[in-house]
């Protein structure tokens, strides 16, 4: 990376910390780097409580939507609508992408998409910061902004969302950047379950050559599901001469570990497009000094899924009535024309 781009992308960063004044020279850059301080907060603590009645909209279309076979988008997207309109933050998210890509119909996608987000940003949502800063960057509803992108993205990370946490600490991880900075971000956002950080932050360790660190990292992206992490440890355990090169980890060769590792990965790719996760890897193939422990194969996530009953279908009136509260059209969840709205508070 350039010196100067480093220090346009640490410039726009660092002001993302303070007002949001135009940006009239660029500092050193040491300077710039003092003023990219992190601290880490959890995405957790800034998420409000959530409707019980637009929960069980969310969670009936959420059942819909991970259901195999053909899926109906829109009317999957009407449920999100309508919970969403009650402050639903998950609801918004899930619909956000479903517009955006085009999988649910909307008389204007990128307006809903953006609105959405905007959203967010009102209930203080850090989510709604990072899905803003996605769209400026790619001029996505918006005027494309890649500056204001990276304030908003620190902003996100600033109050926790892992999402703009591992993306900026991408961005800061190069040596002529802020890889001090990049390093607590990346702990930040693995600490919170997000596999890419984790696994991310476990190669610059192992490069770095503090193994300990890239282990436990590792092992946190298996845990949040992260693929490659689970291969890394797979071949990490396998000591073999071309491992030595690429996957070393100064562990001693253990083919049970290996092999437990690589039925995780099995797992992983069993699942893929479920979000499955490994909250059992410490009973199932604890880091070493720890002893294995007995195991029969069998994965605390699939159990959960298996034991899962569907949600009960949201009655039609509690769908109506959701939908009056907010002025949407029940059979879509969008916001009803100024007649048919009269025409509504007439017929009540």
């Not at 346009?8 to 660029?26: I, R």
């Not at 307006?111 to 996605?134: M, N, S």
Request: with cysteine; hydrophobic share 40%; aromatic share 8%.
């Amino acid at each position: 990376m350039r010196r100067g781009v480093v220090v346009a992308v640490l410039a726009a960063l660092a002001c993302a910390c303070t007002k949001d004044n135009p940006l009239t020279s660029l500092p050193d850059l040491s300077a710039v780097r003092a003023n990219l301080a992190f601290t880490c907060v959890h995405e957790a603590d800034h998420l409000p409580p959530l409707d019980p009645d637009a929960d069980r909209l969310f969670k009936y279309a959420r059942w819909l939507q991970k259901q195999d076979g053909p899926k109906d988008f829109s009317d999957i997207a009407r449920y999100y609508r309508i919970a969403a309109a009650h402050d639903h933050y998950k609801a918004n998210t899930n619909l956000q992408a479903l517009v955006s890509t085009g999988l649910a119909d909307s008389p204007n996608a990128q307006k809903e998409t953006v609105d959405l987000a905007v959203q967010l940003v009102k209930q203080g949502v850090p989510g709604g910061y990072y899905d803003i800063a996605h769209y400026l960057e790619l001029g996505y509803g918006l005027m494309q902004d890649s500056v204001t992108a990276l304030r908003y993205f620190r902003k996100a990370a600033d109050l926790g969302s892992p999402d703009a946490q591992y993306y900026l600490a991408e961005k800061l991880d190069p040596i002529d950047a802020a890889p001090e900075v990049a390093l607590q971000m990346y702990l930040c956002a693995a600490d919170q379950g997000h596999g890419k950080a984790a696994t991310s932050m476990a190669i610059g360790r192992s490069t770095e050559k503090f193994y300990a660190e890239a282990l436990k990292a590792f092992q946190q992206g298996v845990m949040a599901g992260n693929r490659q992490a689970a291969w890394a440890l797979e071949n990490g355990f396998e000591v073999t001469p071309q491992n030595r090169v690429l996957y070393y980890l100064d562990v001693e060769n253990d083919p049970e570990r290996s092999r437990r590792y690589k039925a995780i990965g099995k797992f992983l790719d069993d699942n893929e497009g479920l979000n499955p996760k490994v909250p059992d890897v410490d009973q199932i193939v604890p880091l070493p000094p720890a002893q294995l422990p007995a195991w029969d194969g069998t994965f605390q996530w699939q159990k959960e899924q298996d034991a899962a009953k569907p949600p009960q279908k949201p009655a039609e009136s509690l769908v109506a009535k959701l939908a009056r509260e907010k002025n949407l059209d029940p059979a879509t969840g969008l916001p009803l024309a100024p007649a048919k709205t009269a025409e509504a508070e007439r017929s009540r």
